[in-house]
């Protein structure tokens, strides 16, 4: 069974940095593609950045510029570094892997989600 632990959520001012982390685990083969989306109270969830197993990233023109996204194949995991946070940003993010290959199953899979509160 594939599971997704993300973590670095918290409390920070406007103007401050964080840093999100979300592992995979399970008989993993592979992961097509992984990326970080976000809801706040009352809205959609929304893409903030994707990442392909070969590093191509796309990411929301809101974010651009501040937050970037990496990965670590060899470690199933992803991360979104968050710069020149803004109250806007907060948010529940949530990570996805998309197409992870086990051996008995490809299918997408969603993290639990962690708090991103971003203070004035």
């Known amino acids: 069974q594939v599971q997704l632990v993300e973590s670095g959520g918290g409390l920070v001012q406007a103007g401050g940095s964080l840093r999100l982390s979300c592992a995979a685990s399970?008989?993993?083969?592979?992961?097509?593609?992984m990326g970080w989306y976000r809801q706040a109270p009352g809205k959609q969830r929304e893409l903030v950045a994707t990442?392909?197993?070969?590093?191509?990233?796309n990411n929301a023109a809101c974010v651009k510029g501040r937050f970037t996204i990496s990965r670590d194949n060899a470690k199933n995991t992803v991360y979104l570094q968050m710069n020149s946070l803004k109250p806007e940003d907060t948010a529940v993010y949530y990570c996805?892997?998309?197409?992870?290959?086990?051996?008995?199953?490809?299918?997408?899979?969603w993290g639990q989600g962690t708090q991103v509160t971003v203070s004035s």
């Open positions: 990442i392909t197993s070969g590093g191509s990233t």
């Open positions: 996805k892997a998309d197409g992870v290959l086990t051996t008995i199953y490809r299918g997408d899979y």
């Open positions: 399970g008989s993993i083969f592979s992961i097509n593609a």
